[in-house]
Structures are given as structure tokens and as C-alpha cells.
């Protein structure tokens, strides 16, 4: 079974610092990563997605990619309360190109 | 304005019946995808379609089944079989191709009566 692995947190974060949730896969063959966004209570909503080795950036938001370790990260800038969430990592199956692996999620709270 | 749309939002079930979800998406995706998740955990996925007439079995699809008949749309059906089917459902699309996401409707969050 190939799997993407998340801690589960909760990422206490004081408002105005950097979150920093990481993420590893399994699949080697992987090509693609996205970044989702879940409110208590609500579905998922895309924040960024990943490609390319290296760094990707959308306003205060960075997501990192090493392909060679099987690591993808996100970094948050200027944490505020609004970000309080807990942020799923996905990947694109290589067994089944339509299937999606998620890892089960980190929590992030940000407090004031 | 292009999405997808879940229905209804909430659903009680009684003992012994079946009840289906409604999953309709206007984005021209090919692919679909329903989802379920339990309180505090992650994402699960049920059954996937990548084309019209065709879906694939996903992790815990046991006491659910589904059809697609049409491109727009992928009903969920969540039979008695289903000993505890509580829990919140995620339908998704996604275009078929490398790099492309999947996009979530606002979910049906089904309980037992």
C-alpha cells in the first residue's frame, strides 16, 4: 500500500510566526503534490499544488518538493487565527493514474 | 458559475433502508470521486469513475455502491449493508491528467436515526 504520511499535530503556532507541516510518500513514481485546506466541519478547498523540485510560492504560502527524499512541505508566513486548520497532503497514484492518495492530515492552531 | 454540487446536505438514514447521495458537477471533469471521513480522521476514498460507465472499487467500498451514467453526474448509494454509515461524504472531479487537482463539493454529512 502506498501511503502519504502526515504528523497529526495539533502544530501550535503563535500568530504572526511560520507554520511548518511536512509530509513523505511512499510512491516513488509520484509526480505531483497538492495542498488542502480543511475548516472544522467543512471540505477540503486546494490552496497549492507541486510539481517541480524545489520551491513554489502563492502569497504566504510555500510549498517545498524534494522528490529525492519523498518529502513535500508547507510553509504558512504571518500565521493568523484564520489559518487555523487542519492542512491534508495528497499525491497522485502511479498504481491507478485517476486515484489520489491523502495523508490524514496535520491540525495547525494559531493562537493570538 | 462552474462547481459541484452536493445533496442534500444533511441525511438521516433509518435501520434497513438505503439512501443515495447526490453528486453533480458542471466542471466537464472526467473523473469523480466519492469519499468518506469519520470525526478527527482522514480522507477515505469509496469509488472512483474516470469515464462515463465505468468505476473502479476504492479502499472501503463494502455497503456502498454507485453508478455513472453520465458525465456530470456520480450518485453514491449507501445500502443497509453499511452497518455504520455515519460520517461526513466528500464527492470530488478531477480532470484526467498529470498535475491536475481534485476539487471538493461542501460534502453531505449522513447519520443513523
Known amino acids: 500500500q502506498k501511503e502519504v504520511e502526515q504528523n497529526s499535530g495539533p502544530l501550535s503556532v503563535p500568530e504572526g510566526a511560520i507554520a511548518s507541516l511536512n509530509c513523505t510518500y511512499s510512491d516513488r513514481g509520484s509526480q505531483s503534490f497538492f495542498w488542502y485546506r480543511q475548516y472544522s466541519g467543512k471540505s477540503p478547498e486546494l490552496i497549492m499544488f507541486i510539481y517541480s523540485n524545489g520551491d513554489k510560492e502563492d502569497g504566504r504560502f510555500t510549498a517545498q518538493l524534494n522528490k529525492a527524499s519523498q518529502y513535500v512541505s508547507l510553509l504558512i508566513r504571518d500565521s493568523q487565527p484564520s489559518d487555523s486548520a487542519t492542512y491534508l497532503c495528497?499525491?497522485?497514484?502511479?498504481?491507478?493514474?485517476?486515484?489520489?492518495?491523502f495523508g490524514a492530515g496535520t491540525q495547525v492552531v494559531v493562537t493570538p | 458559475d462552474g462547481g459541484i454540487t452536493q445533496s442534500p446536505k444533511y441525511l438521516f438514514r433509518k435501520e434497513g433502508q438505503n439512501v443515495t447521495l447526490s453528486c453533480e458537477q458542471n466542471?466537464?471533469?472526467?473523473?469523480m470521486y466519492w469519499y468518506r471521513q469519520d470525526p478527527g480522521q482522514g480522507l477515505r476514498l469509496i469509488y472512483y469513475?474516470?469515464?462515463?460507465?465505468?468505476?473502479q472499487k476504492g479502499d472501503i467500498a463494502e455497503g456502498y455502491s454507485v453508478s455513472r451514467e453520465k458525465k456530470e453526474s456520480f450518485p453514491l448509494t449507501v445500502t443497509s449493508a453499511q452497518k455504520n454509515p455515519t460520517a461526513f461524504y466528500l464527492c470530488?472531479?478531477?480532470?484526467?491528467?498529470?498535475?491536475?487537482?481534485?476539487?471538493f463539493g461542501d460534502g453531505t454529512r449522513l447519520s443513523i436515526l
Open positions: 470530488a472531479s478531477s480532470i484526467l491528467g498529470d498535475n491536475q487537482p481534485q476539487h
Open positions: 466542471l466537464n471533469h472526467d473523473a
Open positions: 495528497a499525491s497522485r497514484s502511479t498504481d491507478s493514474w485517476g486515484k489520489f492518495q
Open positions: 469513475s474516470q469515464i462515463v460507465n465505468d468505476f
